[in-house]
């Protein structure tokens, strides 16, 4: 089968490796029928993260179950599954409580010796604990297995966020970063019942999403500008819940400072920079909270999906760009000049 | 009246200072009974706050209310009060909210041009705001004066860490700092029904208070042997709720690193030090959460109140010194170097 693999800093390939099998009992074979970029791939991409030459990428996917192991209960030959971005064993302590991403036997695809989700298919170890499986009718609708292809990491990430800020009915919420979970944390803080979403992002097509997912507010300003901003939509309060979806010094300083005395701000941007934005004092002083990490996205999806299906939120205009496996390395260079929100990688 | 006034790091002198009178129709003047010191005051007095000379110090005191102003409500001449350490109005959006201590017209004991808990006497801002009612009988008993005073800080801050933490019925909770705060937080962490209290702390008169405020274990060491030892009584896992109230980049460190994943730092030490200690990317891949700050024990104290009088819980063994007004010097010598773990400081 054809793949994506890593060769090094804006090199990636699309070749040919052997095709995946059934390896243990619990694994499952997934065809591949939507996979697509995320925004923390491209720290791999710029050889940010370590990864050597030879991995493989991509973990969010979506696909048709073709082989089972013979400890597989969950799933069948023939069933679409979504994928989430870790596996995960579903029976460990952790498991068990909700936080998949801390499964005692958890992996990220793409980690040496696994499947990437930017290929044509792929092992998925622990399959019952890993995989959920979608209405088999929804293969023929591009926009609906879009929005499905969400549930395996952005929405999911979006909605981790939001409840770390704690997110609740009445809510004034605002949300750093205007990237595909930045809008799905409007998209999760409006579904969780918030009266208030101030976005900040200067992309236009990217805030016209954002009030398409229910901001009723749009700052274009950063940094101090950006507080002040904040502060004068909120009575000078700020935010009783904010999102922050970047991961760089700036962003997590801008949204501890627009965040209300008293409130959270709720963290998924995967940590890069110098210093860490985390000011202490200004935590302490005004008891604001910092809460998230990476998103247990699996064990959200059971209480996300059926709002996918009945239409209740629609996650799929983050897509802006689709294309084919083979061209996979244009879909990264352009998300990386941002000329794409994010790749939509399709196989069928 | 006689105060304790702030010279310089280390220079604290008992002088003669005008009596305090009610200046504004909202203020009460409070007779000291019973004050105490603060650890966050060892910081003043070495130092390194700040402080100018000539400001007053001391922020924990209770005593009988002596006049109030015409448009005082809520106490009466006579009556006993417990004064928290930081006043608030009682009806701004914040104080409502039971966030005390972001209360818009707030301010702290010993700031320029107010009075300090550590003299005969104080005029209290916002006084229906500010003061609790205590039950008058409790002058005659010593010991209850002593658990009362807690309310005014350790108490509240012990439990405020402790709800940070996210203390809950059965929960295994681990507190960093065997000061008077961090034994307050055992006592707390304990009254919210933690099944499990392991105290991490080297003294053993103090770590025999937090046995007997309901700690389940000692942990005498520090660093990664206090990581490893807290993580080989809890299964590999840490601990759900971890307490941190020291306040230096180490304590903080160690607070993340005992935290079991998903689970939550409360902080209440008062940031110190170079660095935060606050590693993001721990708290992102294990999604250990950290909330805390200034303790609002003013919205506390209806809470924990009926719990004193009651005799469920005594912290009155914080105390283990006690010294007249003209004696408070020796109390911060006392302290300072560690031969006391809190000084009770007594007008009566």
Same mark, same amino acid.
């Given at each position: 089968m054809r793949a994506t693999i890593f060769h090094g800093p804006f090199d990636l390939r699309v070749e040919d490796v052997p095709d995946p099998?059934?390896?243990?009992?619990? +694994?499952?074979?997934?065809?591949?029928?939507?996979?697509?970029?995320?925004?923390?791939?491209?720290?791999?991409y710029r050889g940010e993260t370590g990864r050597k030459a030879g991995q493989?990428?991509?973990?969010?996917?979506?696909?048709?179950? #073709?082989?089972v192991g *013979?400890?597989?209960?969950?799933?069948?030959?023939?069933?679409?599954?979504?994928?989430? @971005?870790?596996?995960?064993?579903?029976?460990? +302590?952790?498991?068990? #409580?909700?936080?998949t991403t801390s499964c005692e036997h958890g992996g990220f695809w793409g980690s040496a010796g696994s499947d990437g989700g930017q290929g044509e298919a792929a092992r998925v170890p622990y399959a019952d604990g890993t995989l959920v499986r979608l209405p088999k009718e929804a293969v023929s609708d591009d926009r609906l297995l879009a929005a499905l292809l969400t549930l395996s990491d952005v929405l999911g990430t979006g909605h981790h966020a939001a409840l770390g800020a704690?997110?609740?009915?009445?809510?004034?919420? &605002?949300?750093?970063?205007?990237?595909?979970?930045?809008?799905?944390?409007?998209?999760?803080?409006?579904?969780?019942?918030?009266?208030?979403?101030?976005?900040?992002?200067?992309?236009?097509?990217?805030?016209?999403? *954002?009030?398409? @997912?229910?901001?009723?507010?749009?700052?274009?300003?950063?940094? #101090?500008?950006?507080?002040? &901003?904040?502060?004068?939509?909120?009575?000078?309060q700020g935010a009783h819940a904010v999102v922050e979806a970047v991961g760089t010094e700036q962003?997590?300083?801008?949204?501890?400072?627009? &965040?209300?005395?008293?409130?959270?701000?709720? @963290?998924?941007?995967?940590?890069h920079g110098s210093g860490t934005g985390v000011d202490l004092t200004t935590m302490f002083n005004?008891?604001?909270?910092?809460?998230?990490?990476?998103?247990?996205?699996? *064990?959200?999806?059971?209480?996300?999906?059926?709002?996918?299906? +009945?239409g209740t939120i629609d996650p799929?205009?983050? @897509?802006?760009?689709?294309v084919g496996v083979e061209d996979v390395p244009a879909g990264y260079k352009a998300m990386d000049e941002r000329t794409a929100l994010k790749v939509l990688i399709t196989n069928a």
């Open positions: 099998v059934v390896q243990l009992p619990t +694994d499952a074979v997934v065809r591949v029928l939507r996979a697509c970029v995320c925004g923390s791939d491209l720290w791999s493989r990428i991509g973990h969010e996917f979506l696909g048709t179950v #073709e082989a *013979a400890d597989v209960r969950t799933v069948r030959v023939g069933d679409l599954v979504v994928v989430p @971005f870790v596996w995960s064993d579903g029976v460990c +302590d952790h498991c068990r #409580e909700g936080l704690g997110v609740r009915a009445g809510a004034t919420v &605002a949300v750093v970063g205007d990237g595909a979970v930045g809008l799905c944390a409007v998209l999760a803080a409006k579904r969780l019942g918030a009266d208030r979403v101030i976005a900040l992002g200067r992309h236009e097509a990217r805030t016209d999403i *954002a009030r398409r @997912f229910g901001a009723t507010d749009v700052v274009a300003e950063r940094g #101090e500008a950006a507080v002040e &901003a904040v502060r004068a939509l909120t009575r000078g962003s997590m300083r801008t949204a501890l400072d627009i &965040a209300r005395d008293g409130g959270a701000v709720g @963290f998924v941007g995967v940590p005004r008891n604001v909270a910092l809460r998230g990490g990476v998103a247990p996205v699996r *064990a959200y999806i059971p209480e996300l999906l059926p709002d996918i299906l +009945d799929s205009p983050v @897509f802006d760009l689709t």
